[in-house]
């Protein structure tokens, strides 16, 4: 009954939009949908002041760092996703926004311009923050109605002589603005992705949730995958246990590539029936509180790897643990990423399928790892390892004429001492992938209609 009211309002009102052609604030009853409180973390919170306290050292003096969210009506992947770099200093999750830190005369603030409330948008869209709640998640106590922002922004340059601003990722009225000033003018994603590619204590628990999550859809993927069943079949189980699991989205769109597609580096249309007898090459992370997971596995769809398949598995997963076990502050990237290139090179010397090294690259032609985090190719860059980087470990080998494609990559933490395999949960060896596969899947019988799809 309540909720057949509830939609009569929302009908009704879009009716009378429709009819008046202007705005129609919500009825009387209605208001309640504004009371959502909004949820603070704080953990999170703790956290803001922290990463912004790292930003002012990293700041000259006498210098202003401006960073705007993402205004656009537009969703990014079907929901709303704010700009990384706005979301790590201010923890919104919300359009709009624009924060600003300034460090001038031996001071630092911070100060955060956030739209208001908008009961029509509330109606229509979502509850959004406000100012007030943006105040709360954010931690600023500085926090003010954007409509002043144009008007209150050029007295906020008394005493600075350097703006800190990404003027090419947001070229517009304001960034032109910005431009005609007589101060110097340097990037600000400089600092902050500097900061993100070290990952604060927090951001580690999310980064492993996010990891732990992905292994379960994975593992569940497997334990039901048979052949027959289509590549978006799978990536449904997949994904459905994600968000079981809390994870709102993915951090990237699904592969789920099956006999010649595990051969696909970027195969993402997942719209092909498997047979037996083939690898499926799953490379999928859930996103959790923005974080992601980047985790893939191949396995066969029949539960059982041919001598073929499973030789090739071998080497690429030699390749994945002996360039694991370099990881510890200190060392390279590139010396971890070449434990794991020479390791399929002498597999693949050894099978006879290449000579030089120069020949790898027609079985392995991506990178070795990156960064994860509030991206699924993070910021900062690589370089020497530090306590607190999560990267991936990914080697492969592809095979286009023999429709095998093998990839295994995991999500390793740097602790002080060496690392933390945060993709752990998940089966590694051929044999704990065939073990896995033995155990009880998804049921579909309940909900599939038969020959529709086929
Ligand atoms: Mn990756």
């Given at each position: 009954?309540?909720?057949?009211?509830?939609?009569?309002?929302?009908?009704?009102?879009?009716?009378?939009?429709?009819?008046?052609?202007?705005?129609?604030?919500?009825?009387?009853?209605?208001?309640?949908?504004?009371?959502?409180?909004?949820?603070?973390?704080?953990?999170?919170?703790?956290?803001?002041?922290?990463?912004?306290?790292?930003?002012?050292?990293?700041?000259?003096?006498?210098?202003?760092?401006?960073v705007r969210g993402n205004h656009s009506k537009g969703h990014l992947r079907g929901i709303f996703r704010q700009f990384d770099n706005f979301y790590y200093l201010t923890g919104i999750n919300d359009p709009g926004g624009v924060v600003l830190l300034k460090k001038a005369a031996g001071e630092t603030s911070s100060r955060l311009y956030f739209p208001r409330q908008n009961k029509e948008k509330i109606l229509w869209d979502a509850q959004t923050l406000g100012v007030d709640g943006a105040r709360q998640v954010s931690a600023i106590d500085d926090t003010r109605d954007e409509v002043s922002f144009q008007r209150e922004f050029e007295p906020l340059l008394e005493n600075v002589k350097t703006v800190y601003y990404d003027s090419e990722e947001n070229h517009d009225e304001f960034g032109e603005r910005l431009e005609g000033l007589a101060l110097s003018?340097?990037?600000?994603?400089?600092?902050?992705?500097?900061?993100?590619?070290?990952?604060?204590?927090?951001?580690?628990d999310l980064i492993r949730r996010a990891a732990m999550i992905s292994c379960e859809g994975h593992k569940e993927l497997m334990r039901s995958a048979k052949p027959g069943l289509n590549e978006f079949e799978l990536q449904a189980?997949?994904?459905?246990?994600?968000?079981?699991?809390?994870?709102?989205?993915?951090?990237?769109?699904?592969?789920?590539?099956?006999?010649?597609?595990?051969?696909?580096?970027?195969?993402?249309?997942?719209?092909?029936?498997?047979?037996?007898n083939e690898v499926v090459l799953v490379d999928a992370g859930a996103e959790y509180k923005n974080y992601t997971a980047d985790v893939t596995r191949t396995f066969p769809v029949n539960g059982k790897f041919t001598e073929r398949q499973r030789e090739i598995y071998a080497i690429v997963l030699k390749a994945n643990t002996e360039a694991t076990k370099l990881v510890k502050p200190g060392v390279s990237t590139g010396e971890v990423f070449a434990k794991a290139n020479d390791e399929i090179f002498k597999g693949l010397k050894e099978l006879g399928m290449?000579?030089?090294?120069?020949?790898?690259?027609?079985?392995?032609?991506?990178?070795?790892?990156?960064?994860?985090?509030?991206?699924?190719?993070?910021?900062?860059?690589?370089?020497?390892?530090?306590?607190?980087m999560v990267?991936?470990?990914?080697?492969?080998?592809?095979?286009?004429?023999?429709?095998?494609?093998?990839?295994?990559?995991?999500?390793?933490?740097?602790?002080?001492?060496?690392?933390?395999?945060?993709?752990?949960?998940?089966?590694?060896?051929?044999?704990?992938?065939?073990?896995?596969?033995?155990?009880?899947?998804?049921?579909?019988?309940?909900?599939?209609?038969?020959?529709?799809?086929?």
């Open positions: 009954m309540q909720r057949y009211t509830f939609f009569s309002a929302v009908l009704f009102l879009s009716y009378a939009t429709f009819l008046s052609g202007g705005t129609v604030l919500p009825a009387k009853g209605q208001e309640r949908l504004a009371d959502q409180t909004p949820k603070t973390d704080e953990r999170l919170r703790k956290d803001l002041v922290e990463r912004r306290e790292r930003v002012f050292a990293q700041m000259e003096d006498d210098s202003i760092l401006i003018l340097k990037p600000a994603s400089r600092i902050v992705h500097s900061l993100r590619r070290v990952k604060t204590a927090y951001e580690v189980i997949l994904e459905y246990v994600f968000r079981f699991n809390g994870a709102q989205d993915t951090g990237y769109s699904s592969i789920v590539g099956s006999g010649p597609n595990s051969c696909i580096l970027h195969w993402s249309r997942n719209d092909r029936y498997t047979r037996n290449v000579e030089t090294r120069r020949e790898v690259r027609r079985f392995l032609m991506h990178g070795i790892g990156h960064s994860v985090g509030l991206n699924v190719h993070d910021v900062g860059g690589l370089g020497v390892l530090e306590e607190g990267i991936t470990i990914e080697p492969g080998i592809y095979i286009a004429n023999e429709a095998i494609g093998i990839r295994i990559e995991d999500n390793i933490l740097v602790t002080k001492d060496g690392y933390e395999n945060l993709s752990i949960n998940l089966p590694r060896t051929a044999d704990e992938v065939e073990d896995l596969m033995k155990e009880e899947g998804m049921r579909f019988s309940r909900y599939m209609i038969n020959n529709v799809n086929k």
